[in-house]
């Protein structure tokens, strides 16, 4: 099996983090290859019966910015080309207009979307239910997997989850 994940978040959320603890030095040599003019390879994870390619989506990192409708459509677009998008949010922040941002943007994309809840190690769990019913509320979200990036917890259980729709 093999597919596209792409990651979505603001910044700042541990995309990067998680992208290094997965994939590690392959990064470095990945991130400057163009592969599409939508897409960008983050790199590529290889597990016993899949492979795994981690993309970047141009345009869904600017919530700041005013895209106009092209670039929007663009973003959108480039989202069906995917198997899973990967939202990751920072569980020590409430729903943001960035995150906000984000959620409008994958409405009416048939592609399964993850919430990915990062930074756990930070917080509570009573925190790590609120967040979650907070995002429950604003998108029919495929799967919802609490982690910490930095130090490993539930990765592996992700990166399982993936392969499952790949
Ligand atoms: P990106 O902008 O989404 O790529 O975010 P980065 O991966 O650059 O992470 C931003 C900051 O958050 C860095 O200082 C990371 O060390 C930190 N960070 C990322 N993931 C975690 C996590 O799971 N737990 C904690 N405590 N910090 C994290
Ligand atoms: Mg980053």
Redesign the pocket.
């Known amino acids: 099996k093999s597919g596209f994940v792409s990651i979505v978040?603001r910044?700042?959320?541990?995309?990067?983090?998680?992208l290094n603890r997965v994939i590690g030095q392959k990064i470095a040599i990945m991130s400057d290859k163009p592969q599409t003019t939508r897409n960008k390879v983050q790199g590529v994870l290889t597990q016993e019966n899949s492979q795994t390619i981690f993309i970047d989506t141009p345009g869904i990192h600017k919530p700041k910015h005013k895209l106009g409708e092209f670039m929007l459509k663009t973003s959108r677009n480039a989202l069906r080309e995917v198997d899973v998008i990967m939202f990751?949010v920072n569980a020590e922040q409430a729903i943001g207009k960035g995150d906000e941002f984000i959620i409008e943007l994958l409405q009416g994309n048939k592609t399964p979307v993850f919430l990915i809840i990062?930074?756990i190690?930070?917080i509570h769990p009573d925190q790590l239910m609120k967040i979650i019913d907070s995002y429950k509320d604003k998108f029919d979200f495929a799967e919802i997997i609490p982690?910490?990036?930095?130090?490993g917890n539930n990765v592996e259980n992700l990166l399982t989850t993936i392969e499952k729709y790949l």
């Open positions: 978040g910044p700042n959320v541990g995309k990067s983090t998680f990751m990062n930074k190690d930070l982690i910490s990036a930095l130090q």
